[in-house]
């Protein structure tokens, strides 16, 4: 939902389904007119909606099948980076960091890596040139 600064309600999407157990625990990301809503379950589908700052409407969305590897979900803020002068939505998820393009939901970049055996909650941070992306120790 959007909010004024008054508090007064300007609109209310309700189309955002979450399969998970405990709904999504990743803040929305404001960018570039859009509001972007993350639910990365750990079962059913993985979704990452962008809506219309304005009325809220889906302007895009991407989905892929969950990785019932998780155990919780990922509960991951995406953050806003430049690649290649590209505005691109940096969506890390449980094996992979996928750089999507805030104007169409488009990959830029998707880089893969062998997952841990717990899931980390921290989002990752950006200072204009580099990722920074916690990881968890191994279990022995």
């Known amino acids: 939902m959007c909010c004024d600064t008054n508090g007064r309600l300007m609109w209310a999407n309700q189309e955002l389904p979450y399969e998970g157990g405990f709904g999504p625990a990743t803040s929305p990301v404001a960018t570039d007119g859009m509001v972007v809503v993350v639910s990365d379950p750990p079962v059913g589908r993985s979704r990452v909606w962008a809506l219309d700052g304005g009325d809220g409407a ?83």
Do not use: I
Request: proline share 4%.
């Open 58 to 140: 889906v302007r895009w969305k991407r989905e892929w099948v969950a990785d019932e590897r998780m155990t919780s979900g990922n509960n991951r803020t995406p953050v806003v980076v430049s690649v290649r002068g590209r505005s691109a939505l940096a969506h890390w998820g449980y094996d992979r960091l996928r750089l999507l393009d805030t104007a169409s939901g488009e990959d830029v970049a998707v880089f893969r890596f062998e997952p841990r055996p717990m899931d980390v909650v921290a989002s990752a941070a950006c200072d204009g040139r580099h990722l920074y992306m916690a990881k968890t120790g191994q279990t022995d």
